[in-house]
């Protein structure tokens, strides 16, 4: 097994520190989205593990991130296919009733503040590491559900009608909250990140 | 309708289900007048692109703290 991991190692460049703290990044990434140490812990396990057999399907050190937190999108996924709750009609306007007040007016019309604007080429952020940590900072804003939605949606993949079971809401809730998560998410990239002048 | 807010509640959904055939009039109906929904719609394609390459970013040394946002 030492033998097996030291060839990993040299075969990754990583030192062990560093994979450490790959599999610690791996580790909170999972438990963000499942809300369960245990089952985070085995979807981190698995995609470690189906990233060691095929070792040699990438190239080069940012591709190994890349790919590797690619699996564990996948692992996360199948997971998430396996719950099923229970269904129920759910109150959303506790989740967050201002959100709309603060974006549009009495007649449905953007507010003068909440108009948006045109955004610099978000094709030049991909690479840079701060457009990340702002997108990160924005989504840990979003109330819980929304977040959680989100990202099934947009981070894993998942189709609506595998989301509605695992989160158990009805499809109507789904859109209510992928509309809310995307209009806040919009203005807090904008405000932050992809205003022209800043 | 209610017509910007409407029209970005149809551009979301339109990324999870196929509008219907009145749905989708009133939408272009309202994004030949409105430049802020045409952006709204430009930026949610662009919401989804960065999601899929979404990788969380290498830890970085002391002192260099995370971003920080305004809720």
């Not at chain 1, 190692?9 to 610690?24: I, V």
């Not at chain 1, 030049?124 to 924005?138: P, Q």
């Not at chain 1, 809730?173 to 405000?191: I, K, M, P, Y």
């Not at chain 2, 979301?12 to 309202?30: D, I, V």
Request: glycine share 4%.
């Amino acid at each position: 097994m030492a033998h097996q991991s030291r060839r990993t190692l040299d075969h990754w460049q990583l030192t062990p520190d560093e994979l450490a703290a790959l599999r610690g990044q791996m580790l909170r990434f999972a438990r963000v989205q499942l809300r369960d140490p245990d089952l985070a812990e085995d979807a981190v396990q698995e995609a470690l593990a189906g990233a060691l057999r095929n070792r040699d399907s990438f190239a080069g050190r940012a591709a190994l991130r890349t790919w590797i937190f690619g699996i564990l999108k996948h692992k996360i996924a199948d997971t998430l296919r396996q719950q099923s709750r229970v269904v129920t009609e759910t109150a959303l306007d506790d989740d967050d009733s201002e959100c709309l007040a603060r974006l549009f007016d009495s007649n449905g019309y953007w507010l003068p503040e909440a108009r948006p604007q045109v955004w610099r080429n978000p094709d030049v952020s991909l690479e840079d590491r701060r457009f990340w940590e702002v997108f990160e900072a924005c989504l840990e804003h979003l109330p819980g559900r929304q977040a959680r939605v989100f990202m099934m949606r947009e981070f894993l993949g998942l189709e609506s009608a595998e989301i509605c079971k695992a989160a158990g809401i009805t499809l109507t809730n789904l859109h209510v909250l992928l509309h809310r998560a995307r209009l806040r998410l919009r203005a807090c990239l904008e405000q932050h990140w992809f205003a022209e002048e800043r | 309708m209610k017509h910007c807010e409407q029209s970005t509640r149809l551009l979301s959904e339109a990324m999870e289900r196929p509008l219907a055939r009145g749905e989708r009039l009133a939408l272009r109906w309202h994004l030949m007048m409105c430049g802020a929904c045409r952006r709204f719609e430009r930026q949610l394609g662009w919401l989804r692109w960065l999601a899929e390459r979404y990788v969380p970013p290498e830890p970085v040394a002391v002192g260099d703290g995370p971003a920080r946002v305004r809720p």
